[in-house]
């Protein structure tokens, strides 16, 4: 070997690592830009940030405003209780109009009424109640409801149910009273409570969404372009092209799973930048979080390696699939992988510990519910959730890299 | 400078390419010729670097297909079979990464994209993003990113696939053009006439094997034929694929 070809040598080797971040950096490049331009991404986007204020905020606003509006004694309206019998029963009636319920005429079929949707609640009483009640007795009614319609729709029975027992307490104690009996007797025990409960920690329903939409958005932040830098670029015929370039095909995988967490994270940080957004000025009383921006901050970051396995996954499979069509079909499935382990999160609502912070997906769940209750968690267990997914993205994209390398990824 | 030698390649028990030797010489034009499925893309594919052979190899410019990828890679210009291009981007940008991608920057890139759009004449519309653009733009497109670099050696696979009249015309020109700069160009088709109007060396492909090589003239003498047409169904034989 003579002089020129080693320092040829030398400076192919010095081009060859300058030119591998180039290639590197100009695939990752072009994929952002080239995503930027695509109308589905965008939509994604504007989705994440109105997506938290929306659900979040938007049923818990809907909610609120149902129970003040039907609850409310001064300004909602009085609900409508069809009762049979009402004659037998004149003092009864008149505490419920005192409570905020109109009695109107029972329909002649009651039960049908309440079946058929046309009734919540329709209260009987029967001619033997004023006999009884005259005698100091226990005198029945009945309310006839559907326990299984749901939710709001249950608000006129609680109603109704809560007149009559204030009712019975009422009559309970002046009878006692009348008898020369103090009404105490009849309350062993009072129970008071004390609720340590912080403002944050109450708010759990709350939390309780946020994880599974962050992950879900995640998720979808990174779709489009994981599939459209693979199997649609396979499918177009542009990749036999590109791979013909020298550069290394595993660059070109990487800046295309690098391209993908971009996005992913940038969804990720609009979702968190929505909720901030909501919770200063959402019109809704029963939500009272403070989110600090540094919490924000601390939960971007720690949460930041399941961006990676997001984007390795979604690689990974829109690599292995033959088509477009396929890959967006395998990806709809894949999707809802990370939502498993918190599904488990919302029946057994476990407390952070070794045992549940190495999973991925349910690690930053506790993370994200932990921290915006101002309960942070352990930092040994922050950094067990984020090495395990870590070394989990690591071992997605090895596979994405061999897989990248065999001929059949031209298809 | 291309030297192919024994290149062989089999997809199962499939042999795609078989004992496969050529050369194609730098200032001409080499047509690869065959019915469809005779093995011209696979041999491509294989002088590309994106297929490894299983035995025999091939230099390009005396560089090794399979040790020295890289370098082969820097030392070609591909239009792959049905070549897509990115629909998000501008004609310049589509050629422009690929300029980038060869290490090339600023505004010595922009000047040499210049010039492949007037040599191409695409200068109408080298500015617009390329969704609904027409085969034959894509096609100009396409090849405008694989010479970017000014690549001495240029593989094209069935480029005048799907193109009109003018368009073939336009191409068969801009090849002609660079046999003129002193390229070596390589190219395949199944169709008679292109190959026999373009080419200075045409090598017939036929279920994996070379039926017949060498110029025009000396195709017709070997096989005693009378015309070209008739030698090439002779080397092959079989009016299979004869277009």
């Known amino acids: ?149 749901g939710g709001l729709e249950q608000l006129g029975m609680h109603q109704v149910q809560h007149a009559l027992s204030m009712f019975s307490n009422k009559i309970a104690a002046m009878r006692l009273q009348v008898r020369g009996i103090s009404p105490e007797l009849t309350q062993p025990i009072v129970v008071n409570t004390s609720d340590v409960a912080t403002p944050e920690s109450r708010n759990s329903q709350i939390l309780g969404m946020l994880p599974y939409m962050i992950i879900m958005l995640i998720m979808a932040g990174g779709m489009y372009l994981a599939i459209d830098s693979t199997a649609g670029e396979r499918e177009k015929g542009s990749l036999e092209s590109l791979i013909t370039l020298p550069i290394d095909r595993r660059d070109i995988m990487l800046a295309k799973l690098l391209a993908t967490a971009f996005f992913s994270a940038l969804t990720f940080l609009l979702v968190l930048i929505g909720f901030i957004v909501a919770m200063k000025y959402a019109p809704v009383d029963s939500i009272d979080l403070v989110v600090e921006p540094s919490r924000v901050a601390y939960v971007f970051i720690t949460c930041l390696p399941f961006v990676l396995v997001a984007s390795a996954l979604l690689i990974l499979v829109a690599s292995f699939t033959k088509s477009y069509k396929e890959a967006q079909s395998y990806l709809s499935f894949i999707m809802l992988a990370p939502s498993m382990p918190l599904i488990f999160l919302f029946f057994l609502s476990p407390e952070p510990s070794a045992s549940n912070m190495w999973v991925p997906s349910l690690s930053q769940a506790l993370i994200i519910i932990e921290t915006f209750k101002g309960e942070p968690i352990a930092s040994a267990l922050v950094v067990l959730s984020m090495a395990s997914s870590l070394v989990l993205a690591a071992a997605l994209s090895f596979i994405a890299m061999k897989l990248y390398q065999r001929e059949g990824i031209l298809g | ?240 694929g004869l277009i």
Request: aromatic share 6%; with cysteine; glycine share 8%.
């Open chain 1, 1 to 149: 070997m003579n002089a020129s070809t080693t320092s040829r040598t030398a400076t192919a080797a010095l081009a060859n690592s300058n030119s591998r971040f180039n290639g590197l950096w100009t695939v990752f490049k072009k994929e952002v830009i080239d995503n930027f331009r695509d109308r589905r991404t965008l939509t994604t986007m504007v989705l994440s940030i109105v997506m938290a204020p929306l659900f979040i905020i938007g049923i818990q606003w809907f909610a609120e405003s149902k129970v003040k509006q039907e609850t409310d004694p001064v300004t909602s309206p009085p609900f409508e209780l069809p009762v049979v019998g009402a004659e037998y029963a004149p003092n009864l009636m008149n505490w419920l109009r005192q409570n905020n319920i109109s009695i109107i005429d029972a329909p002649d079929d009651p039960e049908q009424s309440i079946r058929s949707g046309e009734r919540r609640v329709v209260m009987v009483i029967k001619d033997n109640f004023s006999p009884r009640f005259e005698k100091g007795k226990s005198a029945p009614v009945l309310l006839i409801h559907d326990s299984s319609i």
């Open chain 2, 1 to 240: 400078m291309i030297c192919v030698t024994q290149l062989s390649k089999s997809f199962g028990s499939v042999r795609a390419v078989d004992d496969v030797s050529f050369s194609a010489d730098d200032g001409k034009i080499t047509g690869l010729l065959g019915p469809n499925g005779a093995g011209k893309s696979t041999i491509l594919r294989m002088l590309y670097t994106v297929f490894k052979p299983d035995s025999g190899t091939a230099t390009i410019d005396g560089f090794d297909i399979q040790k020295d990828a890289l370098q082969v890679k820097s030392n070609i210009g591909v239009l792959t079979h049905g070549a897509g291009i990115y629909e998000r981007l501008s004609a310049r940008e589509n050629v422009r990464y690929y300029g980038n991608l060869h290490g090339m920057r600023g505004s010595a890139l922009d000047q040499r994209i210049d010039e492949l759009a007037e040599l191409l004449e695409m200068s109408d519309f080298i500015e617009r993003r390329t969704k609904g653009f027409s085969q034959g733009q894509r096609t100009k497109v396409a090849l405008a990113r694989a010479l970017v670099h000014s690549p001495k050696n240029v593989l094209l696979d069935e480029p005048t696939n799907g193109l009109d009249i003018m368009a073939t015309r336009g191409l068969r020109k801009a090849i002609s053009r660079l046999k003129d700069a002193g390229h070596c160009v390589v190219f395949s088709s199944h169709i008679m006439q292109e190959v026999a109007a373009l080419c200075d060396d045409i090598v017939i492909v036929a279920k994996g094997s070379i039926a017949a090589q060498g110029s025009p003239d000396q195709l017709i003498q070997n096989t005693g034929a009378d015309t070209l047409e008739d030698a090439f169904v002779k080397a092959i034989g079989s009016e299979e």
